[in-house]
């Protein structure tokens, strides 16, 4: 990321127990963009020639490389949370004076919510930024120095603006975290309202915290009347030790007592013994932005509209419903790198799907295998095979919030050992669950066949070819290629996007329920050799070859062997405690 000078990169600055910490109370969801923007350069960075397992492997960690990443505007985003956070808290801990119900519909009875946010760290330079929020018209409004956004989430669709480049997108909005902070904001209190009263444990019902509730201590707390400039204010204070700081963050909310409203938020620290502040600042206009234009974009800007129609929006949206609607299964899903045979593999991985809700476990196998008949049923010689082997969950994934495992040896008193899989922490991206995507997307069938296409996305084109070219036949050939800024891009100097050669290209199928039967990325090709539908009829590869235009690279197959009529319970997809995948293969004595 380019770094202006005086610029504030605030968590990028802090040490890492103080950055982890910010992170814990601040809900920063990964925008799309930044999440695909990273995964193009770590995969590009990986050689081609490594086994796919390893591959994937690596295609995991900008989930959690993202969300350390120096956003330009993540620190911006984190006063307000924090403000919202230490209200919680402070109502936890006994809060008096203003009830909650009273603060919450206050602030929903208001056309809008207006904040600024100011912060300075290690002597740097000021920096300001403005939010505009409307409850009751759901869209909101941001604007930094030459950036400016605008999102409807009603229509579910943004506008971005940078005066240097005097371009106006128009781009569709899938990311929850566009929406502005304000509006967690007010869905904190909607969520302790539900019962229309206070709840005994607030931050049982606010989920969206997370684990960020973690490694939190209050050390005193108090409220009290101030005044200032002749205005009497109800203030909330506290002190947070975070585990892992040496120092605690002072935090202050204030409310004015008669409206009811918050109106300042701070939070204040010291780091190696230079100080950092972060204030936000509300207020709550009766009028404010009805679009871009009124937020100072002239109306002649050249506007580039990414909002797919027609039969683009038609291929697109195709391929995304394939994703969604297609079948609960357990797939056996064996690699094979070169020309060896698959049944010498003493790897497997086990696939299950319910619903929104997806697990992956590696298997491992103590016996060697006996080569099967050249006549042998290879599907049903798998399905067996993959009853022998040992397993470790690797990831399970439910509505778009994925969480990873590894394993921990424990030694028993008896001075034996054995192996537990720990879960990490939940990884949301922000990202709606319909266009969520896993992580080992490539190993499954469901979404192997139908891939990420990037799109729609601010700073990539999306063309329908008129010519399939050397296409799978049937197929329609779709072709992305970066053009434009990207969103999180609002300095110029970040506006230059990694280029893609010839673009990144997708043979479509729509007679196969838009199976992608071939798609070209990163000197990479990946093609669906053979097919099967389910009981219901759904399209799914059975085997799919990736190519490399790397010398000596080799080729990977992976194979597919689906069962549609297994019972697969509940208890696999407990994130704290999964169900043995063991435990569904029951051993032949």
Request: net charge negative; proline share 7%.
């Amino acid at each position: 990321m380019h770094h202006e000078s005086n610029s504030l990169n605030l968590l990028g600055d802090l040490d890492v127990p103080l950055r982890e910490a910010v992170q814990r109370v601040c809900s920063n969801d990964v925008p799309r963009d930044r999440l695909e923007a990273c995964l193009e350069r770590v995969m590009d960075a990986v050689p081609s020639d490594i086994p796919s397992p390893d591959r994937e492997a690596v295609s995991r960690e900008p989930t959690v490389h993202l969300s350390r990443t120096k956003n330009r505007r993540r620190w911006i985003f984190g006063v307000t949370t924090v403000a919202a956070a230490t209200l919680v808290l402070l109502i936890h801990f006994s809060m008096t004076s203003v009830s909650l119900a009273d603060v919450a519909q206050a602030v929903s009875r208001k056309p809008w919510i207006h904040m600024t946010l100011r912060g300075t760290a290690k002597g740097t330079a000021e920096r300001e930024e403005e939010f505009w929020y409307s409850p009751i018209r759901n869209v909101s409004a941001t604007r930094h120095n030459e950036w400016t956004k605008f999102s409807d989430h009603t229509l579910r669709v943004f506008c971005s603006y940078e005066a240097t480049e005097r371009v106006l997108y128009r781009v569709p909005e899938f990311d929850k975290g566009q929406q502005s902070r304000l509006a967690d904001f007010v869905e904190a209190f909607s969520l302790l309202l539900a019962n229309g009263s206070a709840p005994d444990d607030p931050l049982a019902k606010l989920e969206f915290l997370g684990e960020r509730r973690d490694g939190l201590t209050v050390e005193n707390q108090k409220t009290q009347k101030v005044t200032e400039t002749g205005r009497e204010w109800l203030d909330y204070t506290l002190t947070l030790i975070i585990q892992g700081m040496e120092q605690p963050i002072k935090v202050l909310f204030r409310v004015d007592p008669i409206s009811k409203l918050p109106h300042l938020g701070r939070a204040t620290g010291q780091q190696n013994g230079q100080s950092f502040s972060m204030e936000a600042t509300f207020d709550y206009p009766e009028t404010g932005p009805e679009d871009i234009y009124a937020m100072g974009v002239p109306r002649d800007a050249k506007l580039v509209d990414r909002v797919p129609k027609d039969d683009l929006a038609r291929l697109i949206a195709g391929v995304a419903a394939g994703r969604v609607r297609f079948d609960d299964f357990r797939a056996v899903v064996v690699h094979t790198h070169g020309k060896g045979p698959s049944w010498r593999n003493h790897q497997v991985e086990v696939v299950h799907r319910k619903g929104n809700r997806i697990r992956r476990d590696f298997g491992f196998f103590e016996v060697d295998p006996v080569e099967p008949p050249q006549d042998a049923d290879m599907r049903k010689w798998w399905t067996g095979r993959a009853k022998e082997a040992q397993y470790q969950p690797a990831s399970i994934a439910i509505a778009g919030v994925e969480r990873m495992f590894d394993v921990r040896t424990i030694n028993q008193p008896d001075g034996s050992q054995r192996r537990e899989a720990v879960a990490g922490r939940p990884l949301g991206t922000g990202i709606d669950a319909e266009q969520w995507i896993p992580s080992f997307y490539t190993l499954t069938p469901d979404y192997a066949g139908r891939p990420p296409l990037g799109v729609p996305s601010q700073n990539k084109e999306a063309i329908i070819e008129p010519d399939r070219g050397d296409g799978p036949e049937g197929t329609v050939l779709l072709r992305v290629a970066t053009s434009g800024r990207s969103d999180s891009a609002s300095n110029p100097a970040d506006n230059k996007k990694r280029a893609l050669p010839g673009g990144w290209r997708f043979w479509i199928d729509p007679d196969r329920e838009h199976l992608v039967m071939r798609w070209d990325m990163h000197g990479m090709s990946h093609i669906v050799e053979s097919v099967a539908q389910s009981p219901k009829g759904r399209w799914y590869p059975t085997r799919v070859r990736r190519t490399s235009s790397r010398p000596k690279a080799g080729d990977d197959i992976t194979e597919f062997y689906v069962e549609f009529d297994v019972e697969i319970p509940d208890a696999l997809f407990d994130q704290e405690k999964p169900l043995p995948v063991e435990e569904l293969f029951p051993k032949s004595k």
